[in-house]
């Protein structure tokens, strides 16, 4: 174990890194992952590859970290109770519960709700 200390990123380093995750979700709207390249996220993105290789490994990085942003939007509360959940799902007025309230659905149903990583989820 290294006695170092993990530094929280700079700023600089967290909009750089926000616009590389950004760019990706660009580019999927117009493109299969396998069509992506380093230099077209590079070039959207205006940073050097150099840039892109300090804080990324290869494009499936990325969109490993993009599956996690997205997953903590959809796990706003993941301690709600099942009996809640099917008491509100056998009622009349379940629809306006859960459109009020949608912790009453699936993760991966929140994650496609949030239009920012609906693409992560388009069929090909």
């Not at 959809?74 to 509100?88: L, M």
Request: glycine residues 0%.
């Amino acid at each position: 174990m290294s006695n170092i200390k993990q530094r929280k990123p700079d700023r600089r380093t967290t909009y750089t890194i926000n616009t590389i995750k950004d760019v990706l979700l660009e580019l999927l709207k117009k493109e299969t992952f396998d069509k992506i390249t380093v230099s077209n996220i590079c070039r959207q993105a205006k940073i050097t590859r150099t840039t892109f290789y300090l804080h990324f490994s290869n494009i499936t990085d990325v969109l490993d970290e993009l599956l996690k942003d997205a997953l903590q939007v959809g796990e706003k509360n993941p301690n709600h109770d099942k009996d809640n959940i099917i008491s509100t799902l056998t009622k009349k007025e379940y629809l306006e519960k859960i459109q009020k309230n949608d912790i009453l659905l699936p993760v991966c149903q929140r994650i496609i709700n949030s239009s920012k990583y609906r693409v992560l989820f388009k069929v090909v």
